[in-house]
């Protein structure tokens, strides 16, 4: 893994930007992407600048289940209040939360990917080390599947919802070994809350009790981090 550090989340931002105007101009055509706070900065850069992506597709990592795309924190309408709506693409692709069959949806999302190849993906990552919605204790062989949020997840999203109550209790979550198909995969983190998940990531066992450090497995991982959340590395 290549740890770029950076002094705030607006300059993580940046730097991730230009690894994805690279990413276009080397002929990405599929970007993986994430919500939360983490990737708002990024977001920001591409929608002021003047990439075009009406020839790209979008995969999005995942989505609750249970709420309508209208939903202000359902991750369709977040994706699109903070990207879409600024930057069209040929498609986007997200899970659908509302599906009646949650079984067949996890399938066709499967068939997504598969189609679609991820080139570059961005991913934030949970305090418990968790990646999309993949919690500690997901098999890294796990592709597309519903998830049952962890009480610290809920508790760490609650912060979005009107109270805790109206948090969902599940998701939809692309798998740990469909991340680890994406040609490139960059992960930022900002913040004290994340220093120990970084830490673990990076010089931990590789196990799924932390689920990011199957990243170590892979051989294009690019970690932006400010000092906050490298706070518990040694000085690579
Ligand atoms: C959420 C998302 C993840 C995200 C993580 C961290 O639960 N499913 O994709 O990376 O938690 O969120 P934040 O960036 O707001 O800290």
């Known amino acids: 893994m290549k740890v770029i550090r950076v002094q705030n989340q607006v300059e993580g931002g ?18 993986g992407l994430a919500t939360g706070s983490t990737p708002l900065a990024f ?3 591409v929608v002021a600048s003047d990439l075009d992506f009406t020839d790209m597709t979008s995969i999005n990592l995942d989505e609750y289940v249970g709420l309508a795309k209208e939903h202000d924190q359902s991750y369709d309408y977040f994706m699109r209040d903070n990207l879409f709506n600024a930057k069209p693409f040929k498609e986007n692709f997200l899970p659908n939360g509302l599906a009646s069959d949650l079984d067949a949806e996890v399938k066709a999302y499967d068939g997504v990917i598969a189609e679609h ?5 961005i991913l934030g990552i949970g305090r418990n080390g968790h990646i999309g919605f993949n919690e500690p204790g997901t098999s890294f062989e ?5 998830v049952d949020l962890q009480e610290s997840t809920i ?8 109270s805790r109550e109206d948090v969902p209790k599940q998701a939809i979550s692309m798998g740990i070994a469909s991340i680890m198909k994406s040609k490139t995969i960059i992960l930022m983190a900002f913040g004290k809350e994340k220093a120990h998940a970084i830490k673990e990531m990076i010089t931990g066992p590789v196990t799924e009790d932390l689920p990011a ?9 690019i970690v932006i981090v ?3 959340a490298a706070s518990e590395l040694e000085s690579l």
Do not use: C, W
């Open 14 to 31: 940046q730097v991730a930007f230009n690894l994805l105007k690279e990413a276009m101009a080397d002929g990405a055509k599929t970007l």
């Open 43 to 45: 977001y920001k850069e």
């Open 117 to 121: 190849p991820i080139d570059f993906q």
């Open 142 to 146: 796990m592709t597309t599947h519903v």
């Open 155 to 162: 508790e760490a999203n609650s912060r979005f919802f009107a």
């Open 213 to 221: 450090s199957v990243l170590q497995k892979h051989d294009n991982v």
């Open 226 to 228: 400010d000092q906050e």
